[in-house]
T-cell receptor, first 113, second 114 residues
Framework: DGGITQSPKYLFRKEGQNVTLSCEQN?????MYWYRQDPGQGLRLIYY???????QKGDIAEGYSVSREKKESFPLTVTSAQKNPTAFYLC????????????FGPGTRLTVT | QQQVKQSPQSLIVQKGGISIINCAYE??????FPWYQQFPGKGPALLIA?????SEKKEGRFTISFNKSAKQFSLHIMDSQPGDSATYFC?????????????FGTGTRLTIIP
């Protein structure tokens, strides 16, 4: 099956700890994205990467970090500097084409207490 | 700065009725307007999309209407069914090759009642 996998589905951490969310795709897509979803605020872009070893900040990058060492993997680290990390995190990927369709993973719900 | 404004925030429609969700954008460089559908606990999935060279696009019961001069676009769901109950997001993008960032609206939670 081709698609995007995010693990784990639920993640719990204590305040002050860094945590890394996994995102893997086997669609051979060039671009990958991380979004944060909060109730009433839609999807906000955290980071995106168009090619391996390159990534750009989105609208709310503060307190987050990413890496893109392999085409199929784009892990997101939520650092202790992120003031309000509890949220639903979505990873997506897309292929450079006319449709610009982004394919989303099932998401990881992170709870920090 | 919110570049895509979506309304209403929530919508209740009777089965068989028409559901209408509206979006407005500010950036005149946007030239790709998709709608995504999201069920609880899942990631969004592309429902239908339109380019500004047409005023309407229909796929089954789903229609996008686009008004370029007003910078508005809307999703119409005809003969709404309980299975359509989900959160819908409009989005917009500039179609720059290699820079396909989407700007999303805040979402509309649609509930179809029997």
């Amino acid at each position: 099956d081709g698609g995007i996998t995010q693990s784990p589905k639920y993640l719990f951490r204590k305040e002050g700890q860094n945590v890394t969310l996994s995102c893997e795709q086997n669609l051979n897509h060039d671009a990958m994205y991380w979004y944060r979803q909060d109730p009433g605020q839609g999807l906000r872009l955290i980071y995106y990467s168009q090619i391996v070893n390159d990534f750009q900040k989105g609208d709310i990058a503060e307190g987050y970090s990413v890496s893109r060492e392999k085409k199929e993997s784009f892990p997101l680290t939520v650092t202790s500097a992120q003031k309000n990390p509890t949220a639903f995190y979505l990873c997506a990927s897309s292929i450079h084409s006319e449709t610009y369709e982004q394919y989303f993973g099932p998401g990881t719900r992170l709870t920090v207490t | 700065q919110q570049q895509v404004k979506q309304s209403p925030q929530s919508l209740i429609v009777q089965k068989g009725g028409i559901s209408i969700i509206n979006c407005a954008y500010e950036n005149t460089a946007f030239d790709y307007f998709p709608w995504y559908q999201q069920f609880p606990g899942k990631g969004p999935a592309l429902l239908i999309a339109i380019r500004p060279d047409v005023s309407e696009k229909k796929e089954g019961r789903f229609t996008i209407s686009f008004n370029k001069s007003a910078k508005q676009f809307s999703l119409h769901i005809m003969d709404s069914q309980p299975g359509d109950s989900a959160t819908y997001f409009c989005a917009a993008s500039e179609m720059n090759f290699g820079n396909e960032k989407l700007t999303f609206g805040t979402g509309t939670r649609l509930t179809i009642i029997p």
